[in-house]
């Protein structure tokens, strides 16, 4: 019964801010690296962060400065706070969560449903 939700998409105004959840259940969410991506209207999906289960994290370079990852591995829960939000932004934000032990994912990789962010004035 693994199973991811994302909640807290909607409309922002560019300039405006939203924050993204990732609601994991059926896993053992401490050993699972976390993550968000986004596909946009006609492109493929792309990356947009990570989180280790150490709380590393990584950006892509289009979000660097504007947006923040984080989780809360009591609540099961992976965030995704948005700044400075940009009409480029608009897309269906998906998390994802593997599991690695050693440095290494391992079994499957679990995807979301997607909440959809647009920006627009």
């Known amino acids: 019964q693994e199973q991811l939700v994302e909640s807290g998409g909607g409309l922002a105004q560019p300039g405006g801010s939203l924050r993204l959840s990732c609601a994991a259940s059926g896993i053992i969410f401490s050993t699972r690296s976390m993550g968000w991506y986004r596909q946009a209207p006609g492109k493929q999906r792309e990356f947009v962060a990570t989180i280790s289960t150490g709380g590393d994290t990584n950006y892509a370079d289009s979000v660097k400065g504007r947006f923040t990852i984080s989780r809360d591995n009591a609540k099961n829960t992976m965030y995704l706070q948005m700044d400075s939000l940009k009409p480029e932004d608009t897309a269906v934000y998906y998390c994802?969560?593997?599991?690695?032990?050693?440095?290494?994912?391992?079994?499957?990789?679990?995807w979301g449903q997607g909440t959809q962010v647009t920006v627009s004035s």
């Open positions: 994802t969560a593997v599991r690695v032990q050693g440095g290494i994912s391992i079994g499957s990789r679990y």
